[in-house]
């Protein structure tokens, strides 16, 4: 199975803060990498596929990048609405794993 | 707009069965791959099973393989996942998820469910 590991576990910032968020896969996964949001108590919302493309409707402030193994997802203005946990999930191969997460808290 | 309504979960004694359903409705349901995902309290996401547009490709985690079994009903527009043998370590919300494309090979999620709780307790 590819393993998903993201960093950090968890990270304090304030609103207007740029904040990155890395995911490692185990193996090369080309650009089959897709980033979630999950807010307490809610279903995970979609926010970017294939590494980099955007989601209709998704504020602007997210992108993603990378390929083969390291990707990154950045949120270029932390809003209220972003605190959350964000997951990474390879779509490489079965079965389809996620990283831990990561829980972005107000500083 | 796309909803995907669970039912089924509830507290069932280890050994036992129990059956999850999934109502959709705001796309055409015959034309997408759908899912379960689960997470266990306070823990991440574990993807579970993957079924086709016509059931003909289907993928399991290996840590349901053999005790569960998913299934879709395209003309009822409902998923379901029949879980049999259940475990303490099955205690999660289970969510269903539904697929960008037809197949379930390089799978990943657009519109999830609120879930349904089940937990395995004697």
């Known amino acids: 199975d590819i393993q998903m590991t993201q960093s950090p576990s968890s990270l304090s910032a304030s609103v207007g803060d740029r904040v990155t968020i890395t995911c490692r896969a185990s193996q090369s996964i080309s650009s089959y990498l897709n980033w979630y949001q999950q807010k307490p108590g809610k279903a995970p919302k979609l926010l970017i596929n294939a590494a980099s493309s955007l989601q209709s409707g998704v504020p602007s402030r997210f992108s993603g990048s990378g390929s083969g193994t390291d990707f990154t997802l950045t949120i270029s203005s932390l809003q209220p609405e972003d605190f959350a946990t964000y997951y990474c999930q390879q779509s490489y191969n079965p079965p389809w794993t996620f990283g831990q997460g990561t829980k972005v808290e107000i500083k | 707009e796309v909803q995907l309504v669970e039912s089924g979960g509830g507290l069932v004694q280890p050994g036992r069965s129990l059956r999850l359903s999934c109502a959709a409705s705001?796309?055409?349901?015959?034309?997408?791959?759908m899912h379960w995902v689960r997470q266990a309290p306070g823990k991440g996401l574990e993807w579970v099973s993957g079924?086709?547009?016509?059931?003909?490709?289907?993928g399991y985690a290996d840590s349901v393989k053999g005790r569960f079994t998913i299934s879709r009903d395209n003309a009822k527009n409902s998923l379901y996942l029949q879980m049999n043998s259940l475990r303490a370590e099955d205690t999660a919300l289970y969510h269903c998820?539904?697929?960008?494309?037809?197949?379930?090979?390089?799978?990943?999620?657009?519109?999830w469910g609120q879930g349904t709780q089940v937990t395995v307790s004697s």
């Open positions: 705001g796309f055409t349901f015959d034309d997408y791959a």
């Open positions: 079924i086709s547009w016509n059931s003909g490709s289907i």
């Open positions: 998820a539904k697929d960008r494309g037809p197949t379930v090979t390089r799978a990943h999620f657009d519109y």
